[in-house]
């Protein structure tokens, strides 16, 4: 399950690798709280 959660995290990282990741990571948490 770790492996696939990183594998995932690697992908959006590459994705989204212009953007600011902090506030993108804070705009999904705010939207889908755990």
Do not use: A, I, V, W
Request: overall charge positive.
């Amino acid at each position: 399950k770790m492996f696939y959660l990183h594998l995932k995290e690697t992908e959006y990282r590459f994705n989204h690798r212009n953007g600011n990741l902090y506030l993108d990571l804070l705009k999904l948490l705010r939207n889908n709280p755990l």
